[in-house]
Every structure is written in structure tokens, then in C-alpha cells.
């Protein structure tokens, strides 16, 4: 019972390149989430899916691609890298529902040199 | 405008009580969750409260005046595993999405 898995867990890259983060989640969960988390700003929301083929931005997209074309898939791209992303990403899911809470993946911490 | 306030930083007892606020101001409201985050760590479900009042769990408990737009956690009997970020985040009335807005975090630091 995997749960919520991301990877890489750890990643460095270069300012231009573009980067893929993964998160897979096993329960089937309708909503997933992607978030940064960042000194002082807390956890800010990036993008969202309420289902594979639905997304929407969230507080700080720019920069950012998602895709969701499976229920249990939801990368996150980062196409040209800048060092402002360097940052620690949290994957995130949920089943629909306002009283369910949402279940977080263990993190990938990115640096862009 | 979407605002949450949470102390920065607070220190504690191993052994007593600490009790952490949160304030927000959303445009909507459909719950306040908190959740513990340890260092290097995601960050854990801890509470739910979407009516006024207290709820109880363990050795935690969470309130709630929607009237005042305040939450606060209290843990209870603190043990050095404890330290750790607690984060309040609101559940925004907006159809069907499952958003939360989170507060920037309040370390909690707890001393033998």
C-alpha cells in the first residue's frame, strides 16, 4: 500500500532547463493538488485536478505545466527553470468531499543552480 | 482578500499545555483543518472543524468561532516529539474544489 509516492525526492538542475516532478497516488482520489513550500510564504498552492482531464490554476502558476490524463498521475513541469523555483514541492490528494483532508506526499526538494 | 494569521514561532514545557490561534479572513468558509508538519517531513492531518465548538482527540483539540473567524489547537501534555510546524488552513466555499489556503506555519519548540 503505496499511498502517495513523488519522485525524484531530491533533484538539482540548471536555470533554463526544463524538469519533470512525478506523483502517483493508489487511492484512487478525484482531487490532487501541487504545492510549494517556501521560508515564510508556507504552503502555496500551484495547480489542481478535481479529475484526470480537469485542472486549474492555482495562487502561483506561472512557470508551471500539469497534465492529469490518469486518475492516479499528476506531473508537474517546470519548463524553463529559474532559481525562484528552487523550492520544496508537495504532491497532494484527496476524495471529493469538504470533509476530507488531504493526504500529502513525502516531498521533492528542488534546487536550480 | 484571503488572510491567515498564525504566531511564528512559539516554546513550550515537555509536560504542559500549549494552545496555538489562528485567525483567518476568507471569502467564503467550509472548514479549518490543521496539520503537523516535522522537519524534512510532509505534513500530517491532525484536526477538522467545520461547526462551532471543540473537538477532541487524544491528547489534541481544535476550536472553532466561525462568528470571530478564530481556530485554535491545544495540545495537551506535551512530549518532546511534539516540536514540530503546525499549520491551520481554511476550506474555501467554491463549488466543488477542495482548496485549502494555509497559514504560513507556527513552530512549536518544546523544552524539557
Known amino acids: 500500500d503505496a499511498g502517495i509516492t513523488q519522485s525524484p525526492r531530491y533533484k538539482i538542475t540548471e536555470t533554463g532547463r526544463q524538469v519533470t516532478l512525478m506523483c502517483h497516488q493508489t487511492w484512487s482520489h478525484s482531487y490532487m493538488f501541487w504545492y510549494r513550500q517556501d521560508l515564510g510564504h508556507g504552503l502555496r498552492l500551484i495547480y489542481y485536478?478535481?479529475?484526470?482531464?480537469?485542472?486549474d490554476k492555482g495562487e502561483v502558476p506561472d512557470g508551471y505545466v500539469v497534465s492529469r490524463s490518469k486518475t492516479e498521475n499528476f506531473p508537474l513541469t517546470l519548463e524553463s527553470a529559474t532559481r525562484s523555483q528552487t523550492s520544496v514541492y508537495f504532491c497532494?490528494?484527496?476524495?471529493?468531499?469538504?470533509?476530507?483532508?488531504?493526504?500529502f506526499g513525502p516531498g521533492t526538494r528542488l534546487t536550480v543552480t | 482578500g484571503q488572510n491567515i494569521d498564525q504566531p511564528t514561532e512559539m516554546t513550550a514545557t515537555e509536560g504542559a499545555i500549549v494552545q496555538i490561534n489562528c485567525t483567518y479572513q476568507t471569502s467564503g468558509f467550509n472548514g479549518l483543518f490543521w496539520y503537523q508538519q516535522h522537519a524534512g517531513e510532509a505534513p500530517t492531518f491532525l484536526s477538522y472543524n467545520v461547526l462551532d465548538g471543540l473537538e477532541e482527540k487524544g491528547r489534541f483539540s481544535s476550536f472553532l468561532s466561525r462568528s470571530k473567524g478564530y481556530s485554535y489547537l491545544l495540545l495537551k501534555e506535551l512530549q518532546m516529539k511534539d516540536s514540530a510546524s503546525y499549520l491551520c488552513?481554511?476550506?474555501?466555499?467554491?463549488?466543488?474544489?477542495?482548496?485549502?489556503?494555509f497559514g504560513t506555519g507556527t513552530l512549536l519548540a518544546v523544552q524539557p
Open positions: 497532494a490528494s484527496s476524495p471529493q468531499g469538504a470533509s476530507y483532508e488531504q493526504y
Open positions: 485536478s478535481a479529475a484526470a482531464d480537469i485542472t
Open positions: 488552513a481554511v476550506r474555501d466555499y467554491g463549488g466543488a474544489t477542495n482548496k485549502l489556503i
